[in-house]
DNA sequence: TAAAATATTATTGTGTGCAATTATATCGTG
DNA sequence: CACGATATAATTGCACACAATAATATTTTA
């Protein structure tokens, strides 16, 4: 028998989870478009919608993104006039990120990007579940490997 | 009963892939840095190991990664020696892109990879090939979706 | 209390990922 | 055969993703 090699592409889950990953990020561009919203932009301002007047720490928690992805964002995203960054008064170190009257405006609009990428129908309900069950567990253990950073 | 919001942040199946994918990708790097690779080159170089002396584009095709992407880490791969980029002579709007010697002696070290990355026991590799499965099924079909690019 | 350790955000530098576009070559059509 | 359509790789511009580092503030320790 001829035994595949462990390089064999086909074989890296890596890649099928990155491309996957990858190609669900596409899929969200059209509808996130009217918004003017990236898809890692979008992930922060759905933190927001949930939790307003927040650090920048809690934002990389709820997101998973790193501070030197989500500095940026945050300022692109005060020059849209979404956010507002101030100093806290507690602790100096620390911003409150907070929305403005449009930021929090855009949420009602920004409801229909679950339902519409549903309608895509990229996989049945139940994949889905099991598929962010896996991810979740591939997440919290690789994540757990590198430090203690339980994050939701 | 409280119902969650769709815009619920741990509702959202593409946090979880994303964040799991790019976990993933951070646990590979400790590993190819040795090789000096990052994975998106690992991943290059797989393929190439595979099949040597191939186009552009079918490396675009085994590697899932787009031509904006390949082109510089291409020429990056071969600043470091690994490959050689060459015109077709059958085609001229074609590159034949070549492993050098070091290119295709990199794989014996390359080959600890694959075992070292299972050695941390990220999923169980019941869960590893149910993970696959999901994301080959959502990439096939996002990748539908936007054309017919049938790809391996 | 002073100094050391740690935390927060920001920055720097590098490599990616991708939409839109370009230059050139090849293919398909009338 | 000439021309329009398509393919290939490359480029441009923008937004990420992240390791390493830095500036400043706060907490911990002796």
């Given at each position: 028998m001829n035994q595949p090699s462990p390089l064999n592409l086909d074989l890296q889950i890596c890649r099928s989870l990155y491309?996957?990953?990858?190609?669900?990020i596409r899929a969200y561009r059209p509808l996130l478009e009217p918004l003017d919203l990236t898809y890692p932009q979008y992930l922060v301002m759905m933190a927001l919608w949930e939790h307003?007047?927040?650090?920048?720490?809690?934002?990389?928690?709820?997101?998973?993104?790193e501070t030197g992805t989500v500095t940026p964002l945050l300022k692109r995203?005060?020059?849209?006039?979404?956010i507002l960054r101030e100093r806290s008064?507690?602790?100096?170190?620390?911003?409150?990120?907070?929305?403005?009257?449009?930021?929090?405006d855009l949420k009602s609009r920004a409801e229909r990007v679950p339902m519409e990428m549903a309608c895509m129908e990229l996989l049945t309900p139940k994949?889905?579940?099991e598929l962010q069950r896996l991810s979740e567990a591939l997440y919290r253990n690789a994540?757990?490997?590198?430090?203690d950073k339980g994050t939701a």
């Open positions: 491309s996957a990953a990858n190609a669900l307003d007047a927040v650090s920048v720490k809690t934002i990389c928690d709820r997101t998973r993104l995203l005060e020059g849209k006039d979404l008064q507690e602790d100096e170190r620390q911003r409150v990120i907070r929305l403005t009257r449009q930021g929090r994949q889905g579940l994540v757990a490997r590198t430090d």
